[in-house]
């Protein structure tokens, strides 16, 4: 069971099996901050990473995904998509 941090607690069976089997090199491994993820339709949410910053921004979630909302929509990265209609025209549209 994970807690509001993201840790398991000591006394959980779980924890204690992973602890048991995982065996790893000291001293190598980055440290894990608590991560605040926001994303550019304005949903947030914690996670952990590696990230120094402790910050992280994505273009898209599970919030505004056409996948998880069922609603299509163009994800236009950094204007491809105006530049591809521009050059080859609207899909459909026959000379």
Do not use: W
Not at 30 to 50: A, K, W
Not at 59 to 82: E, M, N, S, W
């Amino acid at each position: 069971m994970l807690d509001a941090a993201g840790s398991r607690h000591p006394g959980d069976p779980a924890s204690k099996q992973i602890k048991e089997n995982t065996i790893m090199k000291q001293g190598i491994h980055p440290e894990y901050h608590l991560t605040t993820v926001t994303c550019t339709c304005g949903n947030t949410f914690t996670t952990r990473s590696t990230a120094p910053s402790g910050t992280l921004s994505a273009d898209v979630c599970a919030k505004c995904h056409p996948f998880y909302t069922g609603k299509q929509k163009i994800l236009d990265t950094g204007g491809r998509v105006a530049r591809f209609e521009r050059r080859y025209g609207k899909a459909g549209k026959k000379n």
